[in-house]
Nanobody, 115 residues
Framework: VQLQASGGGLVQPGGSLRLSCAASGRILGVNGMGWYRQYPGKERELVAIITSGGRTNYLDSVKGRFTISSDNTKNTVYLRMDSLKPEDTAVYYC??????????WGQGTLVTVSS
């Protein structure tokens, strides 16, 4: 089973994008899904997570601008990004975590915020 992320691209500051991440098949035991981002030469950082019960948590710098949502029946997770800033430019990765401690990662999608 693989995760496929999509929706990245070039957007002007203040603009919006919606990232999507879907599993190629059924993943059993998913207890949470999330989005991470990585800057060149830096470690991957958590942007937002959502549990199977719907609880969410966000990186402080994106609170109020980004919204994570999911469809548990389809193992799909979304990230709505509004009021984008140049510092949001990064490669964004999705992840699905299972109750058995296994993580599935998507391939990454590039978000570029620039005028």
């Amino acid at each position: 089973v693989q995760l496929q992320a999509s929706g990245g691209g070039l957007v002007q500051p203040g603009g919006s994008l919606r990232l999507s991440c879907a599993a190629s098949g059924r993943i059993l035991g998913v207890n949470g899904m999330g989005w991470y981002r990585q800057y060149p030469g830096k470690e991957r950082e958590l942007v937002a997570i959502i549990t199977s019960g719907g609880r969410t948590n966000y990186l402080d710098s994106v609170k109020g601008r980004f919204t994570i949502s999911s469809d548990n029946t389809k193992n799909t997770v979304y990230l709505r990004m509004d009021s984008l800033k140049p510092e949001d430019t990064a490669v964004y990765y999705c992840k699905a975590s299972t109750v058995w401690g296994h993580d599935y990662w998507g391939q990454g999608t590039l978000v570029t915020v620039s005028s």
